[in-house]
């Protein structure tokens, strides 16, 4: 009988596991061109307007492959049940046999989505991080920076909302796990005060423009993942010394460098694929001056790395 | 909690399913353009090979929607397991919520594949079948069998095979169920005795030629469902009075009609699609002479058929 692991179960595991480190491999794997992943499927409804996405794929040679299976419905709230949903499939690749099915409900998308934030932070950020900044205060607003807290030694934070109510949950949620919070309306206050700053909206007009940009900040954007959201003005992107992608072929079609290709502010060749910056360190951010952009808009590597960790543990522990 | 049915208890419920009933309203919907189907999801291996096949989609307004995952791993049986595996997810159309899981392990693929067989010898079958000829001695040249039970009115049948031993092993198994059985491996003895004859082959080369198919006779190609198979001399599609496909778009790429309409034998305009023909009699066989030949590729309209029926079939019986 086929291993069928709860929310439960999967978090539990997670303790175990050193996420960012399997992203981290995960994203240097694909920079290296060893993992396969084919275009997402996708379906879209419209009445109730949900979409649903299928990211797939594997690393040659390893054990497994995996399918994710992920569902967005929006109106679902109105229903009283999470508009997010999804599972994820982990086969054995030398048999096609399903070794296990992870009813993680997006929870691990969540969690290897913020993963990469702090895999970015850890190449990208200034050493020295006077504030950080959050866009965002749902649940990739509190897991990024959850997540950063073993990567940059800074606990005080401005976060950006557009409702008191929300902010004054997050604020509370936040200063829970230790870090002091600041919240505020006025997206003029984050780039003004932040050096280390985070988009987590699913915003379709630019939060932050070029012109509030200081010297030495890094700019992880990772709520655009299609192609009509965007958090940057397109000039922010044009304007930094580095731009780092998660996939570059995933960039031209999704997310913030897809915005300013299309605009002509940035070419092809300007950008860094995450993985490949990981491999070499003068890829990285060599001084405190530069202003880094590192646009993330998902890889199927992510969904392939955090399944089979989450597996392997759960399986060993069984 | 999530349901999940096991390959035992999906073989339970099929007793209480009318499965050539919802394949066949499957494909009407399918030609009514009411059916949304993206392009099959695929991964290749080669060390072992194995190939991944991802089918999904819906049909409009309906409350599900399905994803198959199918997987063959032609070594597995140096391992002793089987090579097809396989997995299908039914989710709510209104809110992405996963409704069950069926670990039918590529049973429902092969039931629903053989429903197909059924529904089009309900409409093109000669009505008076003096002798069955099926190709092919496997899973499918038995289950094709099978489902013709309730559509055609004649239990003698002649199957051709690679090995006398398989031969005999089918002869024992169907004769139980009520069939008489010839067994041949020259092919020469089906087209010259059968006036519905099914291929159910993984070949690559043809089995018929035109010259050897009788007036009267229908050909249910099944065996087909990739570029390089090939179980007709493209000459019988050419010499046929009607040609039928499970889907046009998909029969442009694989199957026998791909073939023919490679090598120019026929136009896409000489061919039928099932659910229309289904809907409009005139477009059936309409006389005892002609020939007709159906290309079946297999579509995912049937998997969202047959799996939508053995849910709501588990879970009214829970």
Known sequence: MT??????????????IDTIKAIEQGFVAYSQKKAVIPPIGEMIFEKPPGDVHIKYGYIIGDDYYVIKIAAGFYENTKLNIPTDSGLMLVFKQKTGELACILLDEGHLTNLRTAAAG?????????????????????????????????????????????????????????????????????????????????????????????????????ITAMGSDTPEKNELEPGILRAADIVVADSISQCRSRGEISVALKAGLIEEKDILELGNAILDEKLQRTSEDQVTVADLTGVAVQDIQISKAVYKTLAQNK
Chains 1, 2 share one sequence.
């Open 3 to 16: 291993d069928i692991f709860t929310l439960d179960q999967i978090k539990a595991s997670l303790k175990d």
């Open 118 to 218: 702090a895999v970015v932070a850890k190449y990208f950020a200034p050493k020295s991080v006077q504030r950080i900044g959050i866009f965002g205060a749902g649940t990739q607003g509190r897991m990024q920076l959850e997540h950063l807290k073993p990567i940059v030694d800074c606990k005080d934070v401005i976060v950006w909302g557009l409702s008191q109510e929300e902010l004054d949950v997050y604020k509370m949620d936040m200063e829970f796990l230790g870090f002091s919070i600041q919240t505020t309306m006025n997206s003029e206050d984050i780039a003004s005060s932040c050096n280390l700053i985070v988009t987590a909206t699913p915003s379709k007009s630019p939060l932050l423009r070029a012109d509030q940009i200081r010297k030495g900040t890094h």
